[in-house]
T-cell receptor, first 110, second 113 residues
């Protein structure tokens, strides 16, 4: 089946440090999304990023479709960034069908 | 903006029992999804529906039934609850077609005793 590999599985940062989260896909894909899940909470879409680079505040997503990878960069991390970051790939088989990675658990300590 | 409401937030049942989770969305989205989230395993698709009365099986559909009687609602039934399927169930919706983001509900936690 389709595989989505996320790394690292967990990450602990001092407040103010930067983070780079990676997502690799085992198959060709149509597009991908990054989600944030707060502890015990729902998922919120951060980026819908079919290709190239997108930025929103301190977050930057870069997707290289032909290399089947995407990254999420968090600059100047804050304690409120703590939570789980998940990437999901869309195969584009006619209707959205997203396959998710296991996520990166981020903890930012003051 | 819209919202996705899942009920109940916690569903407690006995082993072998049939249990139903409900999801409502007011985005007027055509497509709705049920995902299961196990600790350390990410999200896995159980069922999705592209329109009223449509049902499409995901990778994890065995042991589950779904129903989409209205555009705004999508329910999921665990046909015979087992202790090894205690997890968080997440409902989501999106507009039809590629390029649309997923919106998620808060999740429902299944507890089997």
């Amino acid at each position: 089946g389709q595989q989505v590999q996320q790394s690292p599985a967990s990450l602990v940062l001092q407040e103010g440090e930067n983070a780079e989260l990676q997502c690799n896909f085992s198959t060709s894909l149509n597009s991908m999304q990054w989600f944030y899940q707060r502890p015990g909470g729902s998922l919120v879409s951060l980026f819908y990023n079919p290709s190239g680079t997108k930025q929103s505040g301190r977050l930057t997503s870069t997707t290289v479709i032909k290399e089947r990878r995407s990254s999420l960069h968090i600059s100047s991390s804050q304690t409120t960034d703590s939570g789980t970051y998940l990437c999901a790939m869309e195969l584009g088989t006619g209707y959205q069908n997203f396959y998710f990675g296991k996520g990166t658990s981020l903890t930012v300590i003051p | 903006g819209g919202i996705i409401t899942q009920t109940p937030k916690f569903l407690i049942g006995q082993e072998g029992q049939k249990l139903t989770l409900k999801c409502q969305q007011n985005f007027n989205h055509d497509t709705m999804y049920w995902y299961r989230q196990d600790s350390g395993k990410g999200l896995r698709l159980i069922y999705y529906s592209i329109t009223e009365n449509d049902l499409q099986k995901g990778d994890l559909s065995e042991g589950y039934d779904a129903s989409r009687e209205k555009k705004s609602s999508f329910s999921l039934t665990v046909t015979s609850a087992q202790k090894n399927e205690m997890a968080v169930f997440l409902c989501a919706s999106s507009a039809t077609g590629s390029g649309n983001t997923l919106y998620f509900g808060e999740g429902s936690r299944l507890i089997v005793v």
